[in-house]
């Protein structure tokens, strides 16, 4: 993971380059120094696609702007699109290309909130690191819905009389139940 989060601090650091022609010479190096040490393609996508996220995020934040910003964005888009292209088609690639995954939530957007919150709170994306608002945008992203109000929904969820963490619990017995199944 550390490689992984060096490797996306140097493709941020890209953008203060002063033309593109220098970009993608530093680009081009990194990616190779990257590749000579991980040589799992399984992990190289994974990086690259985290990498592209991240660096979305941080654009999207405005964190990060500038045109160089976009061309890092498509330089690393390219090449994801060339691993997916170099790695087997049977082989397991454990992520569908992004923007290109079809699944949408079909739960409340209170049981989101939930689960968003739970995440968030137990530190499980990035460490701890992570903002809710980051987290939140890739939920959107992932789902295909709008969370406006987030801070609004968990408020509610917290006043809420009886059991706050309903789905939280729900998938809590779920989990047991189906555990409890295979048990017997």
């Known amino acids: 993971m550390k490689n992984a989060q060096t490797f996306c601090n140097k493709m941020i650091g890209l953008t203060s380059l002063p033309n593109q022609e220098r970009i993608t010479a530093v680009f081009n ?56 292209m170099v790695i087997p088609k ?53 789902f295909h819905i709008k969370l406006p109000h987030i801070y609004n929904r968990f408020i509610a969820i917290r006043n809420r009389k009886n059991e706050r963490a309903v789905f939280l619990k729900k998938l809590y017995d779920a989990l047991i139940r189906k555990m409890d199944e295979l048990d017997r």
């Open 29 to 84: 190096r990194l990616i190779c120094d990257y590749y000579s040490h991980e040589r799992n393609a399984i992990q190289q996508l994974r990086t690259i696609r985290q990498t592209r996220i991240r660096f979305s995020l941080a654009v999207g934040n405005y964190e990060i702007t500038s045109r160089q910003a976009d061309y890092v964005l498509k330089l690393l888009k390219a090449e994801e699109e060339l691993l997916l």
């Open 90 to 142: 049977g082989m397991d690639r454990n992520v569908a290309p992004a923007g290109n995954v079809a699944a949408h939530w079909t739960g409340t957007v209170s049981e989101l909130t939930e689960l968003i919150y739970g995440l968030y709170l137990a530190g499980c994306i990035d460490g701890g690191q992570c903002d809710i608002k980051e987290i939140v945008r890739i939920f959107e992203q992932m």
